[in-house]
């Protein structure tokens, strides 16, 4: 980040009193260099005012191409711009010595043990080491502790060892799914009190969880017979504020990011996004970025949908393309993140959010099976022709074109 220089030339003028002369100019906080750089962003054109949101950094140290990690690169290089290049708010805990541990970005204080899996409906915060306030968190509270220095792991694996989750666990319990009693390794999904306004897989209530054994969102099912995890929370966190500046941006005062108000208006693949941010040009800025997967996330409205609002998941503020999936249905495109997900192969997805429904195709079909408002991954580069009936599982649409709405 370019500091500003500030040049004083003091001039002594024979039995004249001393003059100060030419400050240079103050730079912009957000310009772009080669190094690693802090996101610091000032409201351009809304009033000044605090933030009111540290939101955390994703916890994501190095770089990668479509592939493999590979050296950061500099600016104007393939690949630059993307999450490790920017830093925001360090991730930073505290352990209370009591169970619970503060965030001392977000304010909000947390439970540190996994406890045992639960019947959604059964999940109850109740009084702990003296407050009595504690409750379920929001996918918006829960998701500021992912941490994508983790590793998805291979379904099938039955051990643990030497697994890296995405959380931090020196500060929180984990556990994996217990394999010995018929769970998946990556059985690990937390619960919030965020349901989905609308349905998935036709008909089935859910909710939005953060699986922190494979780093994404989806919507589980509040059905009994499916037990989850559960990290309780207290405190206030304030949802966004947003300001239309008029100029084509948005600014979020609750978090002092300024983003883009139309998106891409087309797909590109992870290399061609990062670049599209990087050479934006847009309210008299140039310091524009594609938004890691935390910030990206937290600007989705979980209180709107499709199905629902007839409407991508995002304030209506937004400008957001159209799309027809493929189910054949009007919906709303998939968005690409700076954040790499890694997995025990290789680094070739890029973590990319769902405004519109998380399809995949199921029982000979196509439907939404995630939610809108998750969190997958795609391939960075390839064809979406090569998936034809989705990939994994639940056959996740892949479509690898993803669109784009950069912040600055």
């Not at 054109?45 to 140290?61: H, N, R, V, W, Y």
């Not at 998805?152 to 931090?168: E, M």
């Not at 690990?188 to 969880?209: D, H, I, P």
């Amino acid at each position: 980040m370019l500091k500003t220089k500030i040049i004083i030339t003091i001039c002594f003028l024979m039995l004249v009193s001393i003059t100060a002369c030419n400050n240079t100019p103050s730079a912009d906080p957000l310009e772009k260099n080669n190094t690693t750089k802090e996101t610091k962003p000032k409201l351009q054109t809304a009033a000044d005012s605090k933030t009111k949101i540290k939101l955390p950094d994703t916890g994501q140290a190095q770089c990668f191409d479509s592939l493999k990690q590979i050296d950061c690169p500099s600016e104007g290089e393939a690949f630059f711009g993307q999450d490790a290049q920017y830093l925001s708010n360090k991730p930073s805990f505290v352990d209370n010595g009591d169970g619970t541990v503060t965030d001392q970005n977000t304010g909000l204080m947390w439970t540190k043990a996994a406890g045992e899996k639960l019947d959604y409906l059964d999940i109850e915060a109740s009084s702990f080491a003296g407050y009595d306030d504690w409750r379920v968190p929001s996918i918006k509270e829960l998701y500021t502790l992912i941490d994508f220095s983790g590793i998805d792991v291979n379904a099938k694996l039955r051990s643990d060892q030497g697994l890296t989750p995405f959380i931090d666990t020196e500060y929180f319990d984990f556990e994996y799914g217990d394999t010995s009693s018929g769970d998946r390794i990556i059985d690990s999904q937390w619960a919030t009190s965020s349901l989905y306004v609308s349905k998935v897989m036709n008909r089935e209530e859910c909710f939005f969880g953060v699986n922190f054994a494979d780093g994404r969102i989806k919507c589980y099912p509040t059905r009994k017979g499916k037990g989850y995890f559960a990290r309780f929370v207290r405190g206030d966190y304030t949802d966004n504020d947003f300001y239309d500046n008029k100029n084509q941006t948005i600014t979020d005062k609750s978090t002092g990011l300024i983003w883009q108000k139309q998106d891409s208006g087309r797909g590109m693949n992870w290399q061609e996004a990062l670049a599209y941010c990087e050479d934006l040009k847009l309210g008299g800025h140039s310091n524009w970025r594609l938004p890691n997967a935390k910030e990206l996330q937290f600007i989705i409205d979980y209180s709107r949908s499709p199905d629902t609002t007839n409407s991508a998941a995002i304030d209506p503020l937004f400008e957001t393309s159209e799309i027809k999936n493929e189910a054949g249905q009007k919906d709303y495109p998939f968005y690409w993140t700076s954040t790499t997900h890694l997995n025990q192969r290789n680094a070739q997805e890029g973590v990319y959010v769902a405004f519109g429904r998380a399809l995949g195709y199921m029982n000979g079909k196509w439907m939404d099976v995630h939610g809108a408002g998750a969190q997958r991954s795609d391939p960075k580069t390839g064809s979406a022709d090569d998936f034809p009936q989705g990939f994994g599982p639940q056959g996740d649409a892949r479509r690898i074109d993803n669109y784009v709405r950069c912040v600055r």
